[in-house]
């Protein structure tokens, strides 16, 4: 990691720029990702000098460049006005975006290169602008280009031959060359193309990967992980394939069953999973693991999606059911807004867990809440989280909220309230106002606390297209879509 504190002025930014430029080298990033980030973090720093300080004022600016398992990582730390101020005067919800925005070419530039972008408010401590860029990687595509065609092999499967066991890293691109047969350029996330990210996010934990390994070829047939990308406690399962050859005979069950024991292991309170909805086949999976429906996603994937090999498109974004596999029970004091309070107990019943009624108390005073707001460029949605909601939240998220719909193009925004903090019962009333519609809930997934999930679509969905499998899970959908018709009137 590298720091470098400059005073709030223009005449900086050849010394920010050397800064980045020379931090770039120092993690070795190859020469042609260089002028990208001297112009990215140029706009960058006219985007925070713009928005973060009055005129004249002084004040200083830290910046961080660091890498991790996949990223470069440039982070700005100011204690000027949270976010954007000029926002909610400047724009409205029905305005017609492509006329709105007059200032943005900073942040319309920014989303061109970088993979991600978040806001941090950090309350007192001030806020956080950081953006992520992928480190570049060879994919499996390139690698199986650069050698000779491999012949087909008849495959002749015996159980026998097969050993279930967590990743080795001579694995990594065995399970790449899976996926690719298996989907060829069609699955969605794409970091299971790239052999060295397999590798580095098992490392670091934030991947968990169980794999199927035919002792007699020496090839890896299955793949299943846990996701940890925060390394909280809650992880997403996901990422799973089975070899058509070798499938009927349960390996997805048994790489689960293994996956499950790690996961008691990491004192995890449960497992989250997003099954798509255009077939039912996932979901069926998920309730056969003993997860239980909690929320849904309308337009969670990509229309198309952003690997660069892919040229399929979808006919529209594919919209997800939100399933949850309670591991472990804790003690919960919930603040449930009346509006959806009898869902929300619904839900509880469903996943066996206890809670008691927070009690009313004055709100916590404004300037304490914590908010985060990411950008997902590849996916073309947006988080905003809210771990601790005071007075001043909802103008804190509606700032954030107009960023990443009206300087970002978001076409869906996700947005997470601890309700395990404080009474949300008027913040509810205002984001509803704002056209948010009530989503479900997430337990532990915000910081270790629950979290009552809302979303704002930015289009529309065919709903007719969406297919749920089972009564519990139908009468989440039903209310969850309910709410969305009647907040979109």
């Given at each position: 990691?590298?720091?470098?504190?400059?005073?709030?002025?223009?005449?900086?930014?050849?010394?920010?720029?050397?800064?980045?430029?020379?931090?770039?080298?120092?993690?070795?990033?190859?020469?042609?990702?260089?002028?990208?980030?001297?112009?990215?973090?140029?706009?960058?720093?006219?985007?925070?000098?713009?928005?973060?300080?009055?005129?004249?004022?002084?004040?200083?600016?830290?910046?961080?460049?660091?890498?991790?398992?996949?990223?470069?990582?440039?982070?700005?730390?100011?204690?000027?006005?949270?976010?954007?101020?000029?926002?909610?005067?400047?724009?409205?919800?029905?305005?017609?975006?492509?006329?709105?925005?007059t200032e943005g070419m900073e942040l319309f530039l920014i989303k061109q290169y970088a993979d991600k972008v978040e806001w941090v408010n950090h309350g007192s401590g001030g806020k956080e602008f950081r953006l992520s860029f992928e480190l570049p990687q060879r994919d499996i595509i390139t690698i199986l280009n650069n050698k000779r065609p491999e012949a087909e092999e008849k495959v002749k499967v015996d159980i026998n031959d097969i050993d279930i066991r967590f990743i080795k890293d001579s694995d990594a691109i065995k399970i790449a060359r899976t996926i690719y047969r298996a989907?060829?350029?069609?699955?969605?996330?794409?970091?299971?193309?790239?052999?060295?990210?397999?590798?580095?996010?098992?490392?670091?934990?934030?991947?968990?990967?169980?794999v199927c390994h035919d002792k007699r070829r020496d090839e890896i047939v299955g793949h299943y992980a846990l996701e940890r990308p925060s390394l909280g406690i809650v992880a997403e399962s996901g990422q799973a394939v089975v070899s058509p050859e070798y499938r009927g005979f349960n390996l997805m069950k048994k790489m689960r069953v293994m996956l499950e024991k790690k996961a008691l292991e990491l004192q995890l309170e449960g497992i989250m999973s997003q099954p798509v909805t255009t077939h039912v086949f996932s979901q069926k999976v998920n309730v056969s693991f003993g997860s239980f429906p909690c929320g849904f996603s309308f337009g969670l994937v990509p229309q198309k999606l952003s690997f660069r090999q892919i040229s399929n498109t979808l006919s529209q974004r594919e919209s997800c059911m939100f399933y949850f596999k309670p591991l472990i029970k804790r003690n919960r004091n919930l603040f449930l807004p009346p509006k959806h309070k009898s869902i929300i107990e619904k839900i509880y019943n469903n996943l066996g867990y206890d809670f008691t009624p927070g009690k009313k108390t004055p709100n916590a005073v404004s300037g304490t809440n914590k908010v985060k707001s990411n950008y997902y460029a590849g996916w073309g949605f947006g988080v905003i989280e809210v771990s601790e909601p005071d007075t001043s939240t909802f103008d804190t998220i509606k700032k954030a909220f107009y960023n990443l719909l009206f300087k970002l193009k978001a076409e869906v925004i996700f947005l997470f309230i601890s309700i395990e903090h404080s009474d949300i019962?008027?913040?509810?009333?205002?984001?509803?106002?704002?056209?948010?519609?009530?989503?479900?809930?997430?337990?532990?997934?915000?910081?270790?606390?629950?979290?009552?999930?809302?979303?704002?679509?930015?289009?529309?969905?065919?709903?007719?297209?969406?297919?749920?499998?089972?009564?519990?899970?139908?009468?989440?959908?039903?209310?969850i879509f309910s709410e969305k018709e009647k907040v979109l009137k």
């Amino acid at each position: 990691m590298t720091e470098l504190q400059l005073p709030n002025q223009t005449g900086m930014l050849l010394v920010l720029q050397s800064f980045v430029v020379e931090s770039a080298r120092v993690y070795n990033l190859p020469e042609n990702m260089l002028q990208h980030l001297r112009l990215i973090s140029e706009e960058a720093f006219l985007h925070i000098l713009k928005n973060s300080f009055n005129p004249g004022e002084l004040s200083t600016i830290k910046v961080v460049a660091d890498v991790d398992d996949s990223y470069f990582i440039l982070s700005f730390f100011d204690k000027g006005l949270p976010f954007d101020s000029s926002l909610a005067k400047q724009y409205h919800p029905e305005a017609d975006v492509d006329a709105v925005d007059t200032e943005g070419m900073e942040l319309f530039l920014i989303k061109q290169y970088a993979d991600k972008v978040e806001w941090v408010n950090h309350g007192s401590g001030g806020k956080e602008f950081r953006l992520s860029f992928e480190l570049p990687q060879r994919d499996i595509i390139t690698i199986l280009n650069n050698k000779r065609p491999e012949a087909e092999e008849k495959v002749k499967v015996d159980i026998n031959d097969i050993d279930i066991r967590f990743i080795k890293d001579s694995d990594a691109i065995k399970i790449a060359r899976t996926i690719y047969r298996a989907y060829g350029y069609t699955y969605p996330n794409e970091d299971l193309y790239y052999p060295e990210r397999i590798i580095a996010q098992n490392k670091s934990g934030k991947l968990i990967s169980v794999v199927c390994h035919d002792k007699r070829r020496d090839e890896i047939v299955g793949h299943y992980a846990l996701e940890r990308p925060s390394l909280g406690i809650v992880a997403e399962s996901g990422q799973a394939v089975v070899s058509p050859e070798y499938r009927g005979f349960n390996l997805m069950k048994k790489m689960r069953v293994m996956l499950e024991k790690k996961a008691l292991e990491l004192q995890l309170e449960g497992i989250m999973s997003q099954p798509v909805t255009t077939h039912v086949f996932s979901q069926k999976v998920n309730v056969s693991f003993g997860s239980f429906p909690c929320g849904f996603s309308f337009g969670l994937v990509p229309q198309k999606l952003s690997f660069r090999q892919i040229s399929n498109t979808l006919s529209q974004r594919e919209s997800c059911m939100f399933y949850f596999k309670p591991l472990i029970k804790r003690n919960r004091n919930l603040f449930l807004p009346p509006k959806h309070k009898s869902i929300i107990e619904k839900i509880y019943n469903n996943l066996g867990y206890d809670f008691t009624p927070g009690k009313k108390t004055p709100n916590a005073v404004s300037g304490t809440n914590k908010v985060k707001s990411n950008y997902y460029a590849g996916w073309g949605f947006g988080v905003i989280e809210v771990s601790e909601p005071d007075t001043s939240t909802f103008d804190t998220i509606k700032k954030a909220f107009y960023n990443l719909l009206f300087k970002l193009k978001a076409e869906v925004i996700f947005l997470f309230i601890s309700i395990e903090h404080s009474d949300i019962t008027e913040l509810v009333e205002q984001l509803e106002g704002e056209k948010f519609f009530f989503a479900g809930i997430a337990p532990s997934l915000l910081n270790g606390k629950d979290a009552i999930r809302f979303e704002y679509l930015n289009g529309t969905i065919d709903s007719s297209k969406i297919k749920i499998y089972g009564e519990k899970a139908q009468e989440i959908f039903n209310y969850i879509f309910s709410e969305k018709e009647k907040v979109l009137k």
